[in-house]
């Protein structure tokens, strides 16, 4: 196909979203049901984005179940499959579980690439393939410029859509030489080694569980303890447990507490300087290998030039609760770089923006807020009748997926003036901003694993915080709940 047959040719659009791995598809999906007039581009030549490659070793770490307490094609089906993207048509919604071989409930690398493309094909959603983003500016009446190697592309609003994907090192002296986990190589070329792998955070773990067959040795380094109270409430704790439970058994894998202080090549290998943290001590790791597993971070172009800020040491874009870009106006972000938008992070507890099951939900608030703001469409808000709104919100708080995937980050508003259901939103943005008696459910969570109900009612422009008690069933449909909720919201 020539790049005149291609969709989206260079021109003006309301919206340009970079990238088509699952964030960009997901985003994309509803801009278009939202009938909000966009291009799609990207650099690939397919849909999948990062899971055309990886994880390293070929297995998620997020669960779908192809067999659930409800069918593929319901909502509820959501808080069963965590990879699947969302559709409001039936036929849409849980694919990636149709491709799995049910060998273990969470799918390969290829199966996960297969559900993405199946969406894309199935959805109809428009992709400029082989369309590589290349620069930005902005012009004097505020649209933002994007260079592409096909030409020119103009747009009140801009979604980027790339991912966490750049390889990044720590500033350790002597890392620029240890090969990142985007350079490990097959599992059996460490037959026999002796291996350090810098970090303890998941890529970490999933390289010590991948070569757990083959290697002599194994010893995790990185300044902080592993939380394995959290680790086992999560769904990464597969990669974790496995290496942890060797270390326990002394099968020859060590997980060290140490601050690294340099990095020196050997004749024959690494040799890794470091000083313990839990332990005071000083330890030379002699080693035939390294791997540096410090993770990612967004490759984010020149757009540091039009104000764009960082956290997290520069890796993650620092956002607003609706994925705007922080100092750079109609800049947003897709994907799992909507980490940046930290949220309330009660008891420093964050969302699941990081992982597809969190962040496609974040694709749909974002879409809905582009059109509104971009003036195509008003937020729906759907009448409510005074009897019904307790019900609902405690329904929501029992079974909603967006508000169970993004626990503290996602609210349910119903309007009080009315009343009306006014959809998911950002929890951040309702407890700031202004406007009618409003009441907002969310499900949160503590350090410990607790959960619990949080309701916000808004009166007068004030905003009351309440935290209801935990269930061990999670049952906040039923009573005290219900009526905890009426005479938070001025039912009789």
Known sequence: MGSSELPFPPGDYDVVVVGSGPGGLQTAYFLERLSVPHAVLSADDAPGGMFRKWPIFQRLLS??????????????????????????????????????????????????????????????????YGCRWQSTRREEDGRLVLGTTDGEYRCRAAVFALGVTEPWRSPIPGIEEVPHYAETGEPASYAGKSVVVIGKRNSGFEIADGLLPWARKITLVSPRPAETSVIALASIRVRYLQPLEDRALGGGTYVLDAAIERIERTSTGFLVVANGTTH??????????????????????????LGVRTVAQGRIPA????????????????????????????????????????????????????????????????????????PFLAGELARAPELWAQKGYLCRVVGLDGPSDDGIQPLEH??????????????????????????????????????????PLNEFDREPYRRELATLVGEP
């Not at 619990?452 to 007068?460: A, D, F, L, M, T």
């Open 63 to 128: 669960w779908s179940k192809p067999e659930a307490p409800f069918g593929r094609d319901t909502r509820e089906y959501e808080w069963y499959d965590h990879n699947s993207l969302l559709a409001e048509e039936s036929g849409l919604r849980g694919l990636v579980p149709e491709f799995m071989d049910r060998s273990w409930a969470v799918p390969s690398r290829v199966e996960m690439e297969q559900g993405l493309a199946a969406f894309a094909d199935r959805a109809g959603v428009a992709v400029r």
């Open 280 to 305: 005071q001590a000083g330890y030379e790791l002699d080693c035939d290998a390294a791997l540096a597993a410090t993770g990612f971070t967004t490759p984010l172009g020149d757009l540091g030039g």
């Open 319 to 390: 956002l607003t609760p609706h994925f705007e870009a922080a100092g750079a106006p109609g800049v947003f972000f897709a994907g799992n770089a909507t980490q940046g938008a930290a949220g309330l992070r009660k008891r420093g507890v964050g969302a699941s923006s990081p992982a597809v099951h969190g962040f496609r939900y974040n694709a749909k608030v974002l879409a809905e807020h582009l059109a509104e703001r971009l003036g195509v469409r008003d937020r729906p808000r759907r009448p409510l009748a005074r009897e019904e709104v307790v």
């Open 430 to 471: 309702f407890v700031d901003a202004s406007g009618g008696d409003a009441v907002a459910v969310a499900v949160e969570m503590d350090a410990g694993g607790t959960i619990y109900p949080g309701v916000y009612v808004r009166q007068e422009g004030r905003i009351r915080e309440v935290e209801l008690e935990p269930h």
